[in-house]
DNA sequence: GCCGTTTTCGGCCCGACTGTTTTCAGTCG
């Protein structure tokens, strides 16, 4: 440990310190010593005494007894307290422009917000716009300032790089001396979080390629530059790879790029069966290439079934595609109608009538519309008496829909409360044509309490589905301990069905379980948990999710007809109480 | 928490700017 140590340290503690809203001047104390601590020419050594260290202006007595602790023993109680009790990300949080350590302290006190990517995604289901001092163009700036901080880390959603990614691809394709050319790797697999975006083209003008994209203006950076690889950054902050191979090896290079890494293990290991071998430039059986104009051709030679990239992740694939029994994945225009809707009846910032023409212009058939409950405050959960208000809105709007063949569906989003009851008595749950049920408080549960609490819920015989099962939030938090595999198996004993939640920030339900769900029979609902216009179009990452599962348009509820669908719900109400009346 | 002193408490830099709010709180530099 060195001044410098000590200098960080200090200066740690002012920020911790701040955070906790302790007086300023004292704060400033911290800072002020750690400065002059650098500033001095003192030679800090464990032999370093007191005395000699409050001879430094700016640095008094108490500073200097918690100075030589440090030397003494390497640690601070102080700061290993503060350390303790003050959540990292709100640290983290201070990076965000507009933002001080007394807002944070406020949005962690008030909506428990404990870093940047919780406080993200407040920001985008607008809690912060009605909290004093607060208002959306704090909102704005927040959002602003967070894209700015994200630059920098080195994962992204799918959602947040997928149109920069389709961009700089559409320049590659173009170019005149690119054959051919495809987003390959995880992106185009459409894993919920990507680290890099992966082009692979082909050409017999390498160098020209190369040129072309390190020199394109989206290039904020030149990482790498070579024959054939090179890569930049992008203002977002991600990298993009490039590729080239000639056109004869393209559909080897595009198989071996898309990867899974685990899914060409498992190809190579099969083909090795029958003396093949496989590498991004060819198949080759003793040495002589094996031609194969597109990937089609590549598993056509194996004789399996094309395999979607979305699958390439080695979870059985190999053997279905083998054995003919791919899944036909679901695709976006199996979509019928859109459940999990917010509107301004609780926390969305649209309203009803709005939601519902945009969706009708979407080319669908109903809508689910599902408002929080009344536990959920900061969301302005819909109080009992608010229920009459919201129901005749519906009504007035259906009658105004019936020549449109366009319903909307009576709904609630009701907090799962810590025993696993439910937010309202059952003569209002009753009056719902579907009820969602979700966790929202009490996180920090064991898997077993929280495992049956969820269960208990989903045994409620109101319950229509479960929405986000595992609350996870992509890159920021982590999903609450919860044992899925009997959730699911609880799902499908007391016929309820699952969300597969789109929004890009959970897709959650997690695709390496959709399968088994669907195993057990339990149907997926793709709902986009809308507060916004634009929020409706983000079905399209839980379909995408949703093949990735292995999911096919029966497994997924929201793909029946308007006249199905009210069938579907009212028979499920009807069955689900009979059940327990017995 | 530091400093200074008319020596043990009272002051500690502050104005511009933004976004709220309708007179002010928080952030930044």
Not at 300 to 318: A, H, K, T, V, W
Not at 371 to 393: C, M, N, P, R, V
Not at 460 to 480: E, I, K, Q, S, V
Not at 482 to 506: G, H, M, Q, T, Y
Request: proline share 3%; hydrophobic share 35%; aromatic share 8%.
């Amino acid at each position: 440990m060195d001044k410098k140590d000590v200098a960080r340290i200090l200066n740690e503690i002012a920020t911790l310190l701040e955070l906790k809203d302790e007086n300023p001047f004292k704060i400033r104390a911290y800072t002020n010593a750690a400065r002059a601590l650098e500033a001095s020419d003192i030679d800090l050594t464990e032999k370093t005494t007191v005395e000699e260290l409050t001879r430094i202006k700016g640095i008094g007595s108490h500073i200097a007894e918690r100075i030589k602790i440090l030397m003494d023993s390497g640690t601070l109680p102080l700061y290993e307290e503060l350390k303790s009790t003050i959540p990292p990300g709100l640290v983290e949080m201070l990076k965000i422009p507009t933002l001080g350590p007394k807002k944070i302290k406020y949005l962690y006190d008030n909506l428990g917000i404990t870093n940047v990517g919780e406080l993200e995604y407040a920001c985008i289901e607008n809690r912060l716009v009605d909290l004093p001092h607060f208002g959306k163009k704090t909102q704005e700036n927040i959002l602003k300032g967070i894209e700015a901080i994200k630059k920098y880390k080195e994962q992204f959603l799918y959602a947040s790089v997928i149109d920069g990614a389709l961009e700089v691809w559409e320049k590659i394709k173009n170019f005149k001396y690119v054959i051919r050319s495809s987003i390959a790797g995880s992106l185009r697999r459409k894993k919920e979080i990507v680290k890099d975006i992966d082009i692979v083209a082909s050409t017999d003008e390498s160098l020209k390629v190369m040129d072309f994209f390190t020199s394109l203006k989206e290039a904020e950076e030149v990482i790498a530059k070579g024959d054939t690889k090179s890569s930049i950054r992008l203002s977002s902050g991600i990298n993009v790879d490039i590729r080239t191979v000639t056109d004869e090896q393209f559909p080897y290079a595009l198989h071996h790029f898309t990867g899974s890494k685990e899914h060409n293990i498992a190809m190579r290991t099969m083909a090795i069966k029958d003396n093949i071998k496989i590498n991004e430039y060819g198949l080759f059986k003793d040495d002589k290439l094996i031609k194969c104009y597109s990937e089609e051709d590549i598993y056509n030679f194996f004789s399996m079934q094309y395999i979607p990239p979305e699958l390439r992740e080695n979870f059985g694939e190999i053997e279905a595609a083998r054995n003919n029994t791919l899944p036909e994945l679901i695709e976006e225009k199996d979509i019928s109608g859109i459940f999990h809707i917010h509107t301004n009846f609780s926390d969305g910032n649209m309203s009803i009538k709005q939601c519902c023409e945009e969706l009708i212009k979407m080319g669908f058939e109903y809508a689910g519309i599902s408002e929080h409950s009344k536990t959920a405050q900061y969301a302005g959960g819909l109080k009992e008496e608010q229920i009459e208000l919201y129901f005749e809105e519906i009504d007035r709007l259906n009658r105004q829909y019936e020549n449109q063949s366009f319903k909307i569906f009576k709904g609630i989003e009701s907090d799962i409360l810590l025993d696993g009851s439910l937010d309202y008595p059952n003569e209002i749950l009753e009056k719902f044509d579907f009820v969602i049920v979700a966790i929202h408080s009490s996180f920090n549960l064991s898997e077993e309490e929280m495992t049956k609490r969820i269960i208990k819920a989903i045994e409620n015989p109101y319950t229509t589905m479960l929405a986000h099962p595992t609350g996870r939030l992509l890159l920021a938090r982590d999903p609450y301990k919860v044992d899925i595999i009997k959730i699911i198996n609880a799902a499908a004993e007391n016929n309820v069905d699952l969300e597969l939640n789109a929004s890009p920030f959970r897709l959650d339900l997690d695709w390496r379980v959709c399968k088994y769900a669907k195993e057990k029979g339990v149907k997926i609902f793709i709902n986009p948990d809308a507060h916004s216009i634009q929020n409706l179009y983000e079905y399209k990452f839980g379909v995408n999710i949703a093949r990735k599962g292995w999911l096919e348009k029966e497994d997924v509820g929201n793909t029946l007809s308007l006249k199905e669908m009210e069938e579907y719900l009212k028979n499920k109400k009807m069955e689900r109480l009979k059940k327990v009346s017995k």
